[in-house]
């Protein structure tokens, strides 16, 4: 058993490495040109890419997606979600971005953090860190002159969370990071400054979810 569980747990590893990988890319190469995210809204939220893992296993994920923007100060916070199915185990993937002239905040990820989900309806779906111990890596964008940091994770969903998050809509994100716990609400509508598009956090997973199954 203790065997099992060892190699199950080296193979998600594997795949989070293997999202972190193509996410950071994606991403820095939108970066250098523009700072726009190819980000789908939700009239294609159902769009996904498909990778092949070293052992031959096929992992559909979903697109990035806005949920939560704050502009501050000259400070900008995000929040991106995605879904991943590989070999039939949902993962979320998590990205928190922040942008300044300043040194914006370090936040980390460790092995006992997690995300709870506040639904509408009243209940809280919790999900379970499945990264290693990591923090946010800062690099520069010269042609904003800001100051970027990235921090990238995974999660898992706990048995029956998927079924309540496709009942409800969700109105807050509270995350527990490495020293800290973070609230973050979530908007029906959000008019986001810098993508100059419109999304629906609340109603995410009950858009996405069918992607990847």
Not at 33 to 50: G, H, P, R, W, Y
């Amino acid at each position: 058993m203790t065997y099992f569980i060892y190699i199950w747990h080296q193979y998600i590893i594997n795949i989070i490495t293997i999202l972190k990988t193509q996410f950071i890319k994606s991403f820095f190469t939108a970066l250098l040109f523009a700072f726009t995210l190819n980000i789908s809204a939700q009239t294609d939220e159902c769009k996904f890419t498909v990778t092949s893992t070293e052992d031959g296993q096929e992992t559909k994920s979903t697109r990035e997606y806005l949920m939560y923007e704050k502009v501050f100060a000259g400070t900008s916070h995000f929040i991106f979600f995605s879904l991943t199915n590989s070999g039939g185990v949902p993962i979320l993937n998590f990205e928190h971005l922040a942008k300044g002239k300043d040194f914006p905040k370090v936040f980390c990820i460790d092995k006992a953090s997690k995300i709870y989900l506040q639904l509408i309806n009243g209940r809280i779906v919790t999900l379970l860190s499945a990264s290693e111990d990591q923090c946010g890596g800062l690099v520069y964008d010269s042609n904003e002159k800001n100051n970027i940091r990235i921090l990238t994770a995974s999660f898992l969903f706990t048995k029956g969370s998927l079924e309540e998050l496709e009942k409800s809509p969700i109105s807050f994100i509270r995350v527990k990071y490495a020293t800290e716990t973070v609230d973050y609400s979530v908007k029906g509508e959000l008019d986001s400054e810098s993508m100059k598009q419109k999304y629906y956090p609340d109603a995410y997973f009950i858009n996405t979810i069918k992607c990847i199954q």
